[in-house]
């Protein structure tokens, strides 16, 4: 320790000696340590990190080479039809115009199915979520806040829950606020309604939103078998629209983990992007080294002092 702390106090009055050398050498590290902190803590948080749900490892994502996407009828259908997983779809960005309760605001919104709270298995931090049935046409006038919403538009007034709140012109039941820390699909998302299916609407039940659809595997279940049903499931679904579907819609349709589905388009840039930062801390670290060995040649007088004096070569270095 005497000859470590000796060793400290002569590096630091050598760097005050050379104060341009020290402001290279400290600003050239620093900004790709910095760099490789920045990018690996975004990795870490979209890659890496678990996904906050109960039991992430059952979540499933139903998907291909591009996103698979399904309309409502199809949807349905694989609701009842599947039986290696729990489904659920939702439809994000929808937009509603808050009425009739303070100034008017323009919100955004995600159309769910009734068990997509709980294929993710995330209970409400006040009163319900949907209940199975509730996506359906005429049973569908409820809606679930987002924690922010419940807080910013209605100061945290625990009774809104079982009052009525009008969107875009329809008189919705609030049923449920959410954790603070709920943000599915996105953090865009300020609150939930019901997936309004109404098969007597062909337009809307066949040819509206086309949603993604993520799962829950159901016990005994494993992801090749689920992969397998929705295959067999998606050769036979065409069959149901009233017109032609294309060959090619969701042919390579799959199932795999949904952290993995959720950051399929990212995952790669991502992994390039850490390997890019990882490649210029290297090279700030070789230009620091130089930099050190050119100041090593100026100091070889003081090394054969040193060695002089008894210094072994491992004491030197």
Known sequence: MTGLIQDLRYALRQLRKSPG???????????????????????????????????PA????????????YPKGAFVAMREQVRTMDVAAYAEGHEFNLTRFG???????????????????????????????EDAAGE???????????????????????????????????VGVMPVDFHFPSERTELWVPLHSDPRNPATYW?????????????????PQAAAEIRLF????????????????????SVVALQNGMVADVRVRLLLLLGAVALVLMIACANV?????????????????RSALGAGRRRIA
Request: hydrophobic share 45%.
């Open 103 to 133: 100034e008017p605001v323009r919100l955004t919104g995600t159309a769910v199915s009734a068990e997509l709270f709980t294929v993710l298995g995330v209970p409400p931090e006040m009163g319900r979520t949907f209940h199975s049935g």
């Open 21 to 55: 050398f020290t402001a290279v050498a400290v600003i050239t590290l620093a900004l790709g340590i910095g760099a490789n902190t920045a990018i690996f803590s975004l990795v870490n948080g979209i890659l890496l990190v678990s996904l906050p749900y109960s039991r």
């Open 289 to 305: 080294a130089n930099l050190t060995l050119s100041r090593a040649a100026a100091r070889e007088k003081e090394m054969g002092i």
């Open 207 to 223: 040819a509206g939103d086309y949603m993604p659809v993520i799962g829950r595997l159901r016990p005994g279940s494993t992801m």
């Open 140 to 174: 569908d006038n409820y809606v679930i806040l987002s924690h922010a919403l419940w807080e910013q538009r209605f100061g945290r007034d625990p009774a809104i829950v079982g009052r009525s709140i009008e969107l875009e012109g329809v008189s919705r039941e609030v």
């Open 234 to 253: 998606q050769s036979h679904v065409g069959a149901l629209f009233p017109w032609r579907m294309p060959a090619s819609w969701n042919a390579d349709v």
């Open 58 to 69: 059952e979540l499933v994502s139903v998907t291909g080479t591009d996103q698979a996407t």
